[in-house]
């Protein structure tokens, strides 16, 4: 792995890997080995002006010198790295600086500095949890705000499907008003047509009952003509014989008086 990042030129990477070395070695005990690693480590991330990981691999450093006997090199390496921890701003990195500064002192029996690190290692981590304790907070609330919202948009989804339902059933019924109102117009209208259609049929045979009853006078009328017609014949036919009867008897009166005996 070492000798592939220095192939690909990564030289964070490669710091970090450096440095990781270094701390393989101090767990085993071996101070003086892990040393050079966290040179290297802390001179390409000076090269590479990344101080974000240099507070850490500074107090790997000054750990060595103290293990070494280099008390002086040790202090100047511890107060570089808080110097840095305090140029970037980093709370976090800055409270373990403390933390590591105030054993420093302890060890080497300088207690007043001890107790001011160990003191100013308090006021970070209480700080820190101070801002973590916010963050948890504006977190959950977060949280609590994204679940309030998911239930009201879960209450806004139901009450759009209520009334997407009420939308629905008021269509529908109006869809079936309309239905009625149709069937109902049509209705009235086959009863008026129907009625209408009766009228005229009621007019017409109204009327053709008028032309019989009209035609049933005329040829009542007519027939009335002919008897009175057929009485004037019969009456002069027997008028006729009447007359023909007498001459015949006055006939018969008159051959009897005028035949010789």
Same mark, same amino acid.
């Given at each position: 792995?070492?000798?592939?990042? /220095? ?20 767990? /085993? ?21 990344? /101080? ?177 017609? /057929? ?31």
């Amino acid at each position: 792995t070492l000798t592939l990042l /220095q192939k690909v030129n990564k030289p964070l990477n490669l710091a970090l890997l450096y440095n990781n070395i270094g701390n393989t070695y101090k767990y /085993q005990g071996k101070h003086l080995m892990s040393l050079p690693y966290y040179l290297k480590s802390g001179h390409i991330l000076d090269s590479i002006n990344d /101080q974000s990981y240099t507070p850490t691999v500074l107090c790997n450093i000054a750990e060595c010198y103290d293990l070494g006997k280099d008390f002086q090199k040790a202090e100047l390496t511890y107060k570089k790295a808080e110097a840095i921890s305090k140029d970037i701003d980093n709370i976090k990195i800055l409270n373990h600086v403390y933390f590591k500064i105030a054993g420093f002192y302890q060890n080497n029996k300088k207690y007043k500095e001890a107790n001011d690190y160990l003191h100013q290692y308090i006021s970070t981590n209480e700080s820190i949890f101070s801002v973590e304790k916010e963050e948890i907070q504006k977190e959950l609330n977060t949280k609590y705000q994204t679940e309030q919202k998911e239930q009201e948009n879960v209450i806004l989804q139901k009450e759009n499907t209520l009334s997407a339902e009420k939308i629905r059933e008021q269509r529908l019924f109006s869809y079936f008003i309309i239905f009625c109102l149709v069937l109902a117009i049509g209705l009235v209208f086959f009863i008026f047509r129907n009625y209408r259609m009766k009228q005229r049929a009621n007019l017409l045979i109204t009327k053709q009952k008028q032309e019989v009853e009209e035609q049933k006078q005329l040829v009542e009328e007519k027939n009335h003509l002919i008897e009175e017609k /057929q009485k004037e014949i019969i009456d002069s036919i027997n008028y006729a014989k009447r007359i023909q009867v007498a001459l015949l008897a006055n006939k018969e009166i008159l051959d009897s008086n005028l035949d010789p005996e």
